[in-house]
């Protein structure tokens, strides 16, 4: 039983940094590769990102949405055409300088080829509004090829000086839409309906409840006039980032010369949106509900949803469970459920509780020699880890139900969390004390990027967003006095 | 209606090789990008490949696989590390060699910071095999951690220098399985298990005949002890390698040092196999099946599976037609076939037929005046361009057997087509002369290198595999006289 013992993660109020990185690699999520950076998915990692895949495509596809697939590379010169771009973007990144290698004339090993340097370097996509709109210029020639809603699943590279599992890596993978559209109009409401497609997803399915708003100018996406976020609130007391979708007005079309002809054959800009959720949504789903146990997983997006743990005597009694739990396993499949049968003998049940426990598997059910006799069954839910014994008659009934629950319970847990650490403070001596404690804090801002940098350097806070619901009483920023057309949420972020 | 001769194709019989670039430009599935080699699959074509996609990655999870992620990028240095696989892979490949871009101190755009050069460059992952078996290292300790069975769906980049859109392209969507076994026999299973699947991919949806079989020495994968392959006849007469598995033996276990306990406690290296394919079967599925008009998509790889246009004079006719088909489109999406139904006012019939006949759908219903009166509709299959005009009785139960039908049919002629254009050949000058013709050739071989290579350069016929099925008769090889195990397959190939 040993490897109980190296399991052991961290505690939260112990090192909270410590804790996660510990639950990320111990639960199998992901590891660190042997390129600076760049992690590996592990397979139970991946399986948690395929459900999130899978769900998002879904919903992509419901609001008209296609699939489609652009270059890895964008040729160098392209960061530059659009003057704001190639400010946040053509930074740091990898960049691709030849096209071989060669045996090394002095060594064993191999070399670059000085012969096979490229003409034009080429960048590996940090993202791909640049190469997109270079596309859609040939793509849409009048009012009927509009609107182009696309959506393309990808990995991306941002050469990152500090990176951490799942929430800023170097090479990561997301989705990123990249739409065009006939009017301003048209593309703001594409930008708003694609955040509220976040939302609904980060709220019914990773459990995790987020605010909804704008973007201050100062935290914009680089070549957008309009960037919006979901912001949501961490067991730390931290904000994450976790989608954003932008209106890019007609930036990019300039940039790239993408003219349609509208109904009366006039020649116009088009207009554009982009928008993106990426594998730091592993990192937001872990920090929302886990605890000093493991990883606890929303029914939704778990990939075992149940875990049956037989535990017997002697073969012959294992038999006589499974002839008991077959029937069951069965009928939970039916309902859609997925489980897990673990009856492998080179693991003791204590093991096995702790490890599905790491893992975060909503339910775990266990039968025993009494249990057989008794035609009854241990119930424990990962949420609460609430034990409790119920006869076999209705189970998979009562399991479906209770993933509901489970399922609802988490993000009322987030949600009960975040309302206990979301303050209003009306003094900028307040908000120096209140930041230290984490959490969302509410206060008046007068808009300028200078107030707002001002804040960040002396309080490590951010404006995370200025929220489209809640409040809009005006009043007079915390720093300056000046007039603030609402409050803003501000926190600490990751 | 200009737009129906813009979408003309070449011919086959007057340019095969102008119609497949035609054909894939024009019915929207793929075309060339800014970045030279790379290509841009497009949502159509897309489509078919989420298709394919998510049909292979049930068959591998049915077969006990699970995905994972690894990095984008290799260290130049692990690439020297397996002596045959550095010869065959770190030739023409994308070098990182820095990262970051700074503004250009002599212009406006943006230059390669020179002090951002990395220590060591990194490699563009043409295949995985090296970083993925430099992380098993660490995954695998004992003969409890086998067999390992992993997946992984990426991108990888080859720098071609001649690129033909999915045949060839500098950047590649695939999947490559990488698996780790205990024993010598099982990874050899496991090998052939995929393969196995693959043809079984192949046959049973892109309806696509595929010969399996071994590849020569000289024809193997970089590092493997053998290359198992299926290969498939185009219509040109020309073959094309769809699909290949590989049994590594110890050759990336001893290189990157990968060591498990077995059962005793002796340490052993590990057995590997890995098994890829990528949207190079998209070109297959096209030249497999397409035809003058245009693409031919069998059914079970159809993003539309039926298209319904309706024939009206007026706004009036137009709403009675679509009262008329809504509870078969109903019917027939309750039956899970996708069913599109094209009432857009802004192109003819008659463009419409010809775009759904250039975009391969399988079925097509049109519905007109008199269909109207009397309760038919026009059906035309895509496969044999015929026409029927049937009672909408039993419609939709009629269509899944016809989608059926047409599956089988375009197998069938497939294979029949393979049948006449594979034949057996016993001296070389008759090779000579029929291999002028294309299509598959048995022929005895020597089993040399030497013999296949002279085959090689005097014909440009490589040998496509040792088939497992069929003759195996002993004979004399057909340029040596040699012996001669059994015919081996020969064409020329893409």
Same mark, same amino acid.
């Given at each position: 039983?040993?490897?109980?013992?190296?399991?052991?993660l961290?505690?939260?109020?112990?090192?909270?940094?410590?804790?996660?990185?510990?639950?990320?690699?111990?639960?199998?999520?992901?590891?660190?590769?042997?390129?600076?950076?760049?992690?590996?998915?592990?397979?139970?990692?991946?399986?948690?990102?395929?459900?999130?895949?899978?769900?998002?495509?879904?919903?992509?596809?419901?609001?008209?949405?296609?699939?489609?697939?652009?270059?890895?590379?964008?040729?160098?010169?392209?960061?530059?055409?659009?003057?704001?771009?190639?400010?946040?973007?053509?930074?740091?990144?990898?960049?691709?300088?030849?096209?071989?290698?060669?045996?090394?004339?002095?060594?064993?090993?191999?070399?670059?080829?000085?012969?096979?340097?490229?003409?034009?370097?080429?960048?590996?996509?940090?993202?791909?509004?640049?190469i997109?709109?270079?596309?859609?210029?040939?793509?849409?020639?009048?009012?009927?090829?509009?609107?182009?809603?696309?959506?393309?699943?990808?990995?991306?590279?941002?050469?990152?000086?500090?990176?951490?599992?799942?929430?800023?890596?170097?090479?990561?993978?997301?989705?990123?839409?990249?739409?065009?559209?006939?009017?301003?109009?048209?593309?703001?409401? +594409?930008?708003?309906?694609?955040?509220?497609?976040?939302?609904?997803?980060? %709220?019914?399915?990773?459990?995790?409840?987020?605010?909804?708003?704008?973007?201050?100018a100062?935290?914009?996406?680089?070549?957008?006039?309009?960037?919006?976020?979901?912001?949501?609130?961490?067991?730390?007391?931290?904000?994450?980032?976790?989608?954003?979708?932008?209106?890019?007005?007609?930036?990019?079309?300039?940039?790239?010369?993408?003219?349609?002809?509208?109904?009366?054959?006039?020649?116009?800009?088009?207009?554009?949106?982009s928008?993106?959720?990426s594998?730091r949504?592993?990192?937001?789903?872990?920090?929302?509900?886990?605890?000093?146990?493991?990883?606890?997983?929303?029914?939704?997006?778990?990939?075992?949803?149940?875990?049956?743990?037989?535990?017997?005597?002697?073969?012959?009694?294992?038999?006589?469970?499974?002839t008991?739990?077959?029937?069951?396993?069965?009928?939970?499949?039916?309902?859609?459920?997925?489980?897990?049968?673990d009856?492998?003998?080179?693991?003791?049940?204590?093991?096995?509780?702790? +490890?599905?426990?790491?893992?975060?598997?909503?339910?775990?059910?266990?039968?025993?020699?009494?249990?057989?006799?008794?035609?009854?069954?241990?119930?424990?839910?990962?949420?609460?880890?609430?034990?409790?014994?119920?006869?076999?008659?209705?189970?998979?009934?009562?399991?479906?139900d209770?993933?509901? +629950?489970?399922?609802?319970?988490?993000?009322?847990?987030?949600?009960?969390?975040?309302t206990?650490?979301?303050?209003?403070?009306?003094?900028?001596? %307040?908000?120096k004390?209140?930041?230290?404690?984490?959490?969302?804090?509410?206060?008046?801002?007068?808009?300028?990027?200078e107030?707002?940098?001002?804040?960040?350097?002396?309080?490590?806070?951010?404006?995370?967003?200025?929220?489209?619901?809640?409040?809009?009483?005006?009043?007079?920023?915390?720093?300056?006095?000046?007039p603030?057309?609402?409050?803003?949420?501000?926190?600490?972020?990751?």
């Amino acid at each position: 039983m040993a490897n109980i013992e190296l399991k052991e993660l961290t505690k939260r109020g112990e090192d909270y940094s410590q804790w996660y990185q510990d639950l990320v690699v111990k639960a199998d999520l992901a590891e660190n590769s042997a390129v600076r950076g760049c992690m590996v998915i592990k397979p139970y990692g991946y399986a948690i990102w395929e459900k999130v895949q899978a769900q998002l495509d879904k919903m992509f596809k419901e609001t008209g949405h296609v699939n489609a697939y652009f270059p890895l590379f964008i040729p160098k010169s392209f960061l530059s055409k659009e003057a704001e771009h190639v400010e946040g973007f053509a930074k740091e990144c990898a960049v691709v300088t030849h096209h071989r290698l060669m045996k090394d004339p002095n060594g064993t090993g191999v070399v670059v080829d000085p012969s096979a340097k490229l003409e034009e370097e080429l960048i590996v996509r940090p993202t791909s509004e640049t190469i997109i709109w270079n596309t859609y210029r040939n793509w849409i020639r009048s009012y009927r090829d509009l609107p182009l809603l696309i959506n393309q699943w990808a990995n991306v590279v941002r050469w990152e000086m500090r990176t951490r599992l799942f929430l800023r890596t170097t090479e990561f993978l997301w989705q990123e839409g990249h739409t065009a559209h006939a009017t301003k109009e048209e593309a703001e409401e +594409e930008a708003t309906r694609m955040l509220n497609v976040y939302a609904e997803f980060a %709220e019914k399915y990773m459990a995790m409840p987020v605010v909804k708003g704008v973007k201050s100018a100062n935290e914009r996406f680089a070549g957008a006039l309009d960037t919006f976020t979901i912001e949501a609130l961490m067991q730390d007391g931290k904000a994450l980032q976790s989608g954003t979708s932008h209106f890019l007005g007609q930036n990019f079309a300039k940039a790239f010369d993408v003219m349609f002809a509208d109904k009366t054959g006039k020649m116009e800009h088009v207009w554009a949106t982009s928008w993106g959720v990426s594998t730091r949504l592993m990192g937001a789903l872990i920090m929302s509900h886990s605890d000093d146990n493991g990883l606890v997983l929303p029914p939704q997006l778990a990939p075992i949803q149940v875990v049956i743990v037989p535990i017997y005597k002697n073969e012959d009694q294992l038999a006589q469970i499974t002839t008991k739990i077959t029937p069951i396993i069965n009928e939970l499949k039916s309902l859609g459920i997925s489980v897990k049968y673990d009856d492998s003998d080179n693991k003791k049940p204590g093991w096995k509780f702790a +490890e599905y426990e790491l893992k975060g598997v909503p339910v775990r059910l266990a039968m025993g020699g009494r249990d057989l006799e008794n035609g009854t069954v241990e119930v424990v839910r990962r949420d609460t880890l609430c034990k409790e014994t119920r006869s076999i008659e209705n189970i998979s009934q009562y399991i479906q139900d209770l993933l509901n +629950e489970i399922q609802q319970n988490i993000y009322k847990k987030a949600f009960d969390y975040r309302t206990a650490h979301t303050i209003t403070v009306d003094t900028y001596e %307040e908000f120096k004390e209140k930041i230290e404690e984490g959490g969302f804090i509410l206060a008046h801002w007068d808009g300028t990027t200078e107030t707002e940098l001002k804040i960040k350097e002396e309080t490590k806070a951010t404006i995370r967003c200025i929220p489209f619901d809640g409040d809009k009483t005006p009043g007079k920023c915390m720093v300056t006095g000046k007039p603030s057309a609402q409050r803003v949420l501000m926190a600490r972020a990751y």
